[in-house]
């Protein structure tokens, strides 16, 4: 069973910085996607940012200049680099491996931004 740990989640003040990391327990092969999604509370869960086979990026529009997406494949990682963080970042981070046969998700890490 591949399992994805996620890391980096903490509580800063708005403008500082965080950086996610996720690792998959093992080599996850037919990879389509890695991604990093959000949830706050009462809220569905939303596409942050994501980095497809061929590296092209997509940020969500709230997050494009602040954010920044970028996988290892050697160490089957994907890192979410967290700029000039705001309030309304706060929420549950999750990472995603989306393959040909089904999604991998992550447990979450929390992310609290103090104004």
């Known amino acids: 069973q591949v399992q994805l740990v996620e890391s980096g989640g903490g509580l800063v003040q708005a403008g500082e910085s965080l950086k996610l990391s996720c690792a998959a327990s093992?080599?996850?092969?037919?990879?389509?996607?890695m991604g990093w999604y959000r949830q706050a509370p009462g809220k569905q869960r939303d596409l942050v940012a994501r980095i497809i086979r061929s590296g092209t990026t997509n940020y969500a529009d709230s997050v494009k200049g602040r954010f920044t997406i970028a996988r290892d494949n050697a160490k089957n990682t994907v890192y979410l680099q967290m700029n000039s963080l705001k309030p309304e970042d706060t929420a549950v981070y999750y990472c995603n491996f989306a393959t040909y046969s089904g999604d991998y998700w992550g447990q979450g890490t929390q992310v609290t931004v103090s104004s």
């Open positions: 093992r080599t996850i092969f037919g990879v389509n996607s």
